[in-house]
């Protein structure tokens, strides 16, 4: 039995293939073919645009497959009220940077545009078609038209839209094109999906809950180290309080009675700055080592 995985092909692709890499999946892509090869038996790849990959998996061409909470809203706002898809885990990732990408309203900075609601009768060009008429309803607001977007949309206004909605991670694009952002339409980040059918099958049930507790740990080990050190205890008060630790720091008494082994993971950041705190505290053999995953 094997488990098809649909891969978001495009900008998030080499950041899912390394994320994949640090939960313990190789997963090999070729500029030549849509199906990558993976050191899983039981796992058939396939690369598949993200707008494009809550379709697929709601009809069940694909058991699970990562995409952007903002492609599964356009999905379930284009469809009906409810989507044939779950999410079984938040994978705060992205193509720059591990957080989330936001949605914005944007127009020139020099326009009439100042808020949401100064998009009355206005033409608003975007991507995401559903996601913003849903947005302008919410608001009760009654734009002229929402227009699909093939791209390059943040030089269309102010002569082809009045305005847009596209996604940032920094802004510093919409600012180069003298864009001024007025209001944030969503919140995006990779989530990973199933189809409910497979979902009721007991053994890709596991596998898809499996893939998704070893892709958190991944995202939860990023940016953290391991730090191990051995302590007299009568400076052992001194040196906790200089840890800030993910959980409660693990304590061991060592084969010399007043000696304890200390090991925590902290954020990767503060070493430079910890490490000779913790040696003036009486740390000692101050051991540094990197992490693949950590399981909450």
Known sequence: MTLKLGLPKGSLQEATVQLFARAGFNVYVSTRSYFPTIDDPEIECMLIR????????????????????????????????????????????????FGKVRWVLAAPEDSRFKTPQDFAGAVVATEFVHVTRNYFERLGVKVKRVEFSWGATEVKPPVLADGIVEATETGSTLRANRLRILDTVMESNTQLIAN?????????????????????????????????????????????????????????????????????????????????????????????????????
């Open 196 to 296: 409910g059918g497979s979902l009721s099958e007991a053994w890709k049930r596991t596998k898809i809950e499996n893939i998704a507790l070893l892709l958190k740990a991944a995202i939860e080990a990023q940016g953290r180290v391991g730090l191990m050190l051995n302590v007299q205890r009568a400076d052992l008060e001194k040196v906790l309080a200089l840890l800030p630790a993910l959980q409660r720091p693990t304590i061991s008494s060592l084969s010399e009675g007043d000696w304890v082994a200390v090991n925590t993971i902290i954020e990767e950041r503060t070493v430079r700055d910890l490490i000779p705190k913790l040696k003036a505290a009486g740390g000692q053999g101050i051991v540094e080592y990197p992490l693949n995953k950590i399981v909450v």
């Open 50 to 97: 993200p707008q494009e990959m809550p379709r697929y998996v709601c009809e069940g061409v694909l058991d699970a497959g990562l995409t952007g909470l903002d492609c599964v809203a356009e999905h379930r706002y284009g469809r009906d009220a409810h989507t044939c898809v779950t999410s079984l885990a938040d994978l705060v990732y992205s193509k720059q940077s």
